[in-house]
């Protein structure tokens, strides 16, 4: 018999379609990841969705560590499966959650019984497991409330299934429930995690760079798609649209005043990736903000860049502080390639004394002699498009 991994589902205040709608993505989402790691049957039944390898060759603990990064999953566990007799279940709970059953102090016995033809009903299958584990553990206590170790048990048809409490999963919506995102990635600590945020609540994200070739190193180009690379397990597969932004940034030297040219700057970012957006169908943009963090993100900086499109601009980590990002960054494993020393487009021609509070209408004469429209256009035009597969589980 075969180990399964079960998916409890998150947010369980959806309800109606929307539920449907979620049990459906979440199953789609774990089936592309799973073909990694062999040949899976994927399906869900009352709020739980199942994981099950169709043969031996499916490798289980990789299969399970891509299930705990995917979004929708609040609670995900391996099952161990054994013979639908009680004292197979007995020794089967005894193997299988020795550890745990050490460590407890105090443990209770859930049983689920779908198989209607089991002689014990679920009641009396828990009192029974319960009192042989109480009499061959004396350091356990039973106990109903808050115990230590919840022994989970049910059978079913094929076989009953055994589980001790589950572990946390992503949580979060699953990806492309929430629609598609333009995510503009920087090669710094706060853009990969604010994508990451955004994946988590379901959106489907185009990667977008700017490069400035030669300001910027080929180098630096690989740090943002190697940045790309391990958000996959989270987010699935991406494209990184690299934009060639060096000429617009020459045009801005050449004709702007330099206190204003990282807003400027910043501005044709954010219609480049409005018009990546539309090309590709994608209803919104996502940022690694954070206010106050720089010049250019003050209150004003943002009314600047943003009244460059209607699309709402998401920015998930405008209110929190640089160790709270980098916690989050450690824990998803982009941190260690966004400290790589290399220099981004943002930092080239950087002003000296850049405006803290800019204003739109200094930004629109300033941009009066510009062929804005022209140089959007040729900008997106010349993107090179970089498709990054799911990275699998080392
Ligand atoms: P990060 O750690 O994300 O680089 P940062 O503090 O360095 O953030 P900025 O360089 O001012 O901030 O950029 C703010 C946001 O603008 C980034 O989080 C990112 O979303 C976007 N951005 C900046 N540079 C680029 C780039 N070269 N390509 C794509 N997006 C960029
Ligand atoms: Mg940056």
Redesign the pocket.
Same mark, same amino acid.
């Given at each position: 018999m075969k180990e399964i991994i079960l998916l409890k589902l998150g947010e369980l205040v959806l309800k109606g379609l929307n539920r449907h709608n979620f049990e459906e993505q979440l199953m789609s989402n774990a089936r592309r990841r799973l073909k990694l790691y062999g040949d899976f049957k994927v399906y869900s039944k009352q709020s739980i969705t199942y994981v099950e390898p169709k043969n031996e060759e499916c490798d289980m603990d990789r299969a399970f560590e891509a299930m705990r990064k995917t979004f929708g999953a609040n609670h995900v566990c391996r099952c161990f499966p054994c013979e639908k007799d009680k004292d197979a279940m007995l020794s089967g709970i005894q193997n299988f959650l020795r550890e745990e059953l050490a460590a407890a102090g105090t443990f209770k016995v859930e049983c689920k019984r779908s198989d209607k033809t089991f002689p014990l009903n679920s009641i009396q299958l828990a009192q029974y497991l319960g009192g042989e584990l109480d009499e061959r553990y004396p350091h356990l206590t039973a106990e109903m409330h808050h115990p230590d170790l919840t022994v989970y048990v049910e059978v079913r048809d094929t076989a009953a299934y055994i589980h001790g409490t589950p572990v946390p999963g992503a949580g979060g919506l699953p990806v492309g429930m929430a629609g598609r995102a333009v %995510?503009?990635?920087? !090669? !710094?600590? =706060?853009?990969? #995690?604010? &994508?990451w945020m955004m994946a988590k609540r379901g959106l489907e994200l185009e990667? #977008?760079?700017?490069? %400035?070739y030669p300001y910027?190193s080929q180098e630096a180009k690989e740090k /943002?798609l190697e940045l790309a690379r391990l958000l996959t397990p989270w987010t699935g597969r991406l494209t990184v649209h690299v /934009?060639p932004?060096t000429a617009i940034q020459e045009e801005l030297r050449r004709s702007c005043p330099e206190e204003l040219f990282?807003i400027l700057m910043?501005r044709f970012?954010m219609r480049i &990736?409005a018009e990546v957006a539309k090309r590709c169908g994608a209803g919104a943009l /996502?940022? !690694?903000? &954070?206010l106050g963090? #720089?010049a250019?993100?003050t209150m004003t900086a943002m009314e600047c860049t943003g009244a460059v499109t209607d699309l709402p601009i998401f920015r998930p #980590?405008v209110g929190m502080d640089k160790d709270e990002?980098v916690r989050i960054a450690r824990y998803i494993g982009t941190f260690e390639t966004?400290i790589l020393p290399y220099e =981004?487009?943002?930092?080239v021609f950087t002003p000296k004394h850049p405006r803290l509070k800019p204003t739109v209408e200094e930004c629109l004469r300033a941009e009066e002699g510009l062929d804005v429209e022209g140089l959007v256009k040729a900008a997106a035009d010349g993107i090179e498009r970089v498709h990054i597969p799911v990275k699998r589980e080392d």
């Open positions: %995510s503009l990635l920087s !090669g !710094g600590i =706060d853009s990969p #995690v604010a &994508s990667m #977008v760079h700017f490069f %400035s910027t /943002v /934009v932004f990282t910043r970012m &990736s /996502v940022t !690694g903000e &954070s963090q #720089v250019s993100q #980590v990002i966004s =981004d487009c943002c930092t």
